[in-house]
Structure formats: structure tokens, C-alpha cells
């Protein structure tokens, strides 16, 4: 069983939902990454997404955006993201770290050695924003070849049909994207998400992860009454980008936002499981 797998199951035996943030790698400098990420297992979170700086992250909104332009002043390669994975690893064997990004450093590298660096870094799952599932086949098959759980997103516009190709084919779990449009708006609509979220579950098993629009602790805990992840990035990045010139402060700032995201998601858990 991987390492997201083992995860997803312990919470579903604890009966809790997963807090996955996201954060860029190098953001705002590359000392700060690997810190803030034990920070963040330390307030709770369960899974680490963490994004491979891009220049042109066209499913971004403006403020991931400009998390990647100061990752990138930095020169922040794919390589550089698997060596703060590794030295994450070097404390944290246990904690699930999923790289999100876009298809053309992958390329670059090439699917082999993209797969193989990966797991020998310690990472657990990827994600392709621009890579089609439909063609996905090579990556796929080094991925799986290097046990790293192929991570695709559905939409709301995602029809039920192509919902049940992408689950097919996905392992880890799969990330509901709340609303249509770039990371960062407000548009949080949680019935919307969970009619679409209660078809989604006709078609597969896998855990559903909702990204997008979730921006503090009550948003939080609605998402996690109907998903089994919720995922919080531009709300984060918000925060490092107010302290990209005191970057020793920006662990305590992002930890206390997911501390209190924590709780709201448990306490909501513990009113459902009594009623």
C-alpha cells in the first residue's frame, strides 16, 4: 500500500478528513520550504502538495503566480524540488508529499528519469495540471514502474463518462476543483461541490481530495463534511507573500492558519459523528 494510500485509510479509521496544503517550493526562498513543511505536519496536516515552480501556470490564479516568480528569482529547478524533498525525508518517513505542477519540465527531463528522481527522493504522487489523462500513457507508465500515485483533477464540467476514464486510470486520490477558473477567486459553492462529489462516488472509490475557492477554518470545515480532502493553497501563499521579507515568520503565520483549519475540520467531524 503506498504511502498516500496508508494515510487516507488511517484517517478513514479515525474517522477525520485530510488537510492538505499547498505551498510552492522556494517560495519565497528556498530556506524557507523544507522548514515550513515539518512546520505544517507539526499543526496537523496529513499530506504535503508542494508546486514545482513554473513560469507560466495557467490553471494559477495571481497569487500562486506570483508564488512561482519568486520561487524562480531564486532559479528554483525540478531538482532543486526533489533535493527539499529528500531532506524533508531525512526527518518525516511518514508524511505523503505530492508534487503538482505542469507538463514541460517533466518533458524536459524526460518520464524516466522524472519518475525514477521522484521516488528516490521520497515523493509519493504527482500532478500534471496540463497533461491530459487521455495522454498520460507513457508518464503513466513510469510513474506506476516507480510506485508514485498518478494524482488528476475533475471539474465541475468534467462529465460522468470521462469522470469514470480519469478515476480509472488515477490512484492516490482524486482533486475535485470546486469551481471553473483559476486558483485564488471566491467562489466556494459547497452544495454545488457535494451534489457533484455524491455522482463522483457513484463512479469510483478513490478518496476525494476539494481544492479551490477554501480560504479560512469555516470554509474548511463545510468542504470536509462532504470530501475525504480539503486543500488549501492561495489562502497559504497569501500569507508568505505578506512575509516574503521576514521569511523567519512565516512558519508560526501559516502554521497557526492550519491549526485553526484543523480544528474547524475535526470539531465539524466530531458534531457529525454524535448527532
Known sequence: MSRIATRFA????????ALIPFVTAGDPNPEVTVPLMHAMVAAGVDLIELGVPFSDPMAD????????????????????????????????????????????????MGYAEFARAAR??????ALTVDLPPEEATDL??????A?????????????????H?????????????SFKGVTGANRLDVGAVAKK?????????????????????????????????VVVGSALIKHIADLADQPDRIAARVSGVLRDMRQAMDAQQHQAAIR
Not at 528569482?73 to 524540488?81: A, C, P, Y
Open 10 to 17: 488511517a484517517l478513514r479509521q479515525s474517522g477525520r478528513k
Open 61 to 108: 490564479g495571481p497569487v500562486v503566480q506570483a508564488a512561482c516568480e519568486r520561487a524562480l528569482r531564486h532559479h528554483v529547478s525540478l531538482r532543486d524540488v526533489f533535493d527539499m524533498v529528500r531532506r524533508f525525508r531525512e526527518q518525516d518517513q511518514d508524511t505523503p508529499v505530492i508534487l503538482m505542477g505542469y507538463l514541460n519540465p517533466v518533458e524536459v
Open 120 to 125: 528516490a527522493a521520497g515523493v509519493d504522487g
Open 140 to 145: 503513466l507508465t513510469e510513474l506506476r514502474h
Open 147 to 163: 510506485e508514485i500515485d498518478p494524482i488528476f483533477l475533475l471539474s465541475p464540467n468534467t462529465s460522468d463518462e470521462r469522470a
Open 165 to 177: 476514464r480519469i478515476a480509472a486510470q488515477a490512484s492516490g486520490f482524486l482533486y475535485y476543483v
Open 197 to 229: 462529489l455524491d455522482t463522483i462516488r457513484t463512479l469510483t472509490d478513490i478518496p476525494l481530495g476539494v481544492g479551490f475557492g477554501i480560504s479560512d477554518a469555516q470554509a474548511a470545515a463545510a468542504v470536509a463534511a462532504v470530501a475525504d480532502a
